[in-house]
């Protein structure tokens, strides 16, 4: 049988996104690309496995990288890290077009939103793309929840703005060192997914690696 992509080599392997059998080369090469591939295809999770380990991060072009997130700030905000983690799953479950350049786009979108609103001055663009848009909705919708429930829990004052931006500043550089920068691609989002189980509606608790 003859690849149907490229219609010279031979089709070997299985692509559970086309529901039928391509050559090993286009798989590589068309995987998150042209193939919007399944989570839990065998050959995109081995693919991402072995690029992580081979991967090599850009410092430079991370962002907000004046930031450091440190382990004591990630333990203490742990209830806000995750929520925002859960509120990212459960709409990716429900939208599934969205990819991770997306989340990361949104999530640099608040905190630019969160980083005005710290030092006293109120400025929000969210973005225009139907995806994104909805996305930032529901972000800052789980971060007045948290507020709100933290509030009546303990009532103590509000969650301060800092606190929110930079946990926001920790998934956005998450997901700047786990996304491989494919148009379709969920590396990110899967990380996610596999930490808090989208479609249970109980937030189990997060187990995410800070970047070294």
């Known amino acids: 049988m003859i690849c149907p992509i490229c219609q010279k080599r031979k089709a070997k392997r299985f692509c559970p996104a086309r529901g039928d059998t391509i050559c090993s080369v286009d798989c590589g090469t068309e995987r998150e690309v042209t193939i919007d591939c399944p989570s839990d295809c065998p050959h995109l999770i081995a693919s991402r496995t072995y690029d992580y380990e081979r991967q090599e991060i850009d410092w430079s072009k991370m962002p907000f990288r004046e930031t450091k997130i440190t382990a004591e700030f990630v333990s203490e905000q742990k209830e806000l890290i995750d929520a925002l983690a859960y509120a990212i799953c459960s709409y990716a479950a429900e939208n599934h077009p969205l ?15 969160y980083r005005t609103l710290s030092s006293g001055i109120y400025y929000e663009k969210p973005p225009d793309y139907r995806y994104q ?19 009546q829990r303990t009532g103590l004052g509000t969650v301060r703005d800092s606190a929110v931006r930079d946990s926001l500043i920790f998934f956005a550089q998450l997901g700047y060192a786990r996304s491989n920068g494919r148009p379709k691609g969920r590396a990110f989002l899967d990380l996610l997914r596999r930490e808090f189980a989208p479609g249970v509606f109980e937030k189990p608790a997060s187990n995410i690696v800070l970047l070294s």
């Open 99 to 113: 990819v991770d350049a997306d989340a990361v786009q949104v999530l640099g979108s608040l905190v630019e939103t």
């Open 133 to 151: 848009r909805e996305l930032y909705e529901r972000l800052k919708a789980a971060i007045d929840e948290y507020r709100k429930t933290q509030a």
